[in-house]
């Protein structure tokens, strides 16, 4: 298996998906870029280079949109209602409130309001997360708006690995899937192989092994998750890390497999705290394994207030490895 970064595990699966099937689009802002220009090399591929290379070979089944969030969507739709299967890119998650309509309250719909004959296998793709400096309007953490909604699936990928198996999935899928990838850990490298695969969605991962407590999240933060275990295991406190995945569908039995193991629970959720992925999953837990746990249950999220722009401020506000370790001693205490 070769070693590739998260942006070339996913051209990897778009590069093999197109090629075996026709149907399959790719939208969205600077896609194409300067590609044909005496300046290609410099050509974009999108605002993170995941589409470089891709113009030469599959031509105009690449769309350079104009910048219209509200437009280029919903042409994704209407594109996937009518036998296509678009990849649209959200350039930043931010930018939902200008299509939201299109997604919530059409693509989520469509099978249910018209008794399951249609169907919407349409993907958009977003980055999310602070750590760049964007400020508020380019760096929230919206998961759980799209999680909120029946119709839609989420995918949250932390590695290579899964970033590649994940998106052959979600082109696959005849349903509308929200693929977030945290703008972070692009350059995060791991093995993945040259094959086409795909993960099916529902179906978290352990990526540590643990008896004392366990860490569930997705993205970035199982990065942060298990800096924390690192830390833990030198005083002798094993965490279970469970890496999500995908948050809708949400595989709580492995959740509640690993708490029944562990008896304590810690969610990390870049997020702010309110109606967010780390607030569901605490309450599922509560409700349906509460008989195994040993304490409450304990939350690492973000504060409750914009993603400020000044760096350090902003490094306050992302939960980090130490937050989260002293989270678990918390949780191991009570």
Request: net charge negative; glycine share 8%.
């Amino acid at each position: 298996m070769a070693q590739q970064t998260i942006r070339q595990a996913i051209n990897q699966a778009f590069h093999q998906e197109m090629e075996r099937d026709s149907t399959v689009i790719l939208m969205g802002e600077d896609i194409i870029g300067g590609t044909g220009s005496p300046g290609e090399e410099e050509a974009w591929g999108g605002a993170m280079g995941i589409y470089k290379g891709l113009y030469r070979v599959y031509g105009d089944r690449l769309l350079d949109t104009p910048l219209s969030e509200a437009a280029f969507v919903g042409a994704a739709i209407g594109a996937a209602t009518c036998g296509m299967r678009p990849v649209a890119e959200l350039m930043f998650i931010d930018f939902l409130g200008v299509c939201f309509d299109q997604i919530f309250n059409q693509a989520a719909k469509f099978r249910y309001m018209f008794g399951g004959k249609a169907q919407t296998p349409v993907v958009i793709r977003t980055m999310y997360g602070a750590g760049l400096s964007a400020a508020a309007q380019h760096s929230q953490t919206l998961t759980s708006m799209f999680t909120h909604v029946p119709g839609i699936k989420v995918v949250c990928p932390s590695n290579p690995y899964d970033a590649k198996g994940l998106m052959i999935e979600a082109i696959r899928d005849n349903d509308p899937v929200i693929y977030c990838e945290h703008k972070k850990i692009y350059d995060t490298t791991g093995d993945v192989p040259e094959e086409m695969y795909s993960i099916p969605f529902g179906e978290a991962d352990i990526r540590r092994d643990g008896d004392d407590v366990t860490i569930a999240t997705y993205g970035m933060m199982v990065h942060r998750a298990l800096e924390a275990a690192d830390q833990l295991a030198a005083d002798g406190i094993e965490c279970e890390v469970v890496d999500l995945r995908t948050l809708s569908p949400l595989d709580t039995d492995t959740i509640l497999e690993s708490v029944e193991n562990t008896g304590h629970l810690v969610v990390v959720d870049e997020a702010p705290p309110r109606c967010s992925v780390a607030a569901d999953v605490a309450a599922q837990v509560a409700r349906d394994g509460f008989r195994d746990l040993k304490a409450p249950v304990g939350m690492v999220t973000a504060p409750h207030t914009p993603v400020p722009f000044s760096p350090e401020l902003e490094k306050h506000f992302v939960p980090s490895a130490d937050k989260i370790a002293a989270c678990v001693r918390d949780t191991l205490d009570d």
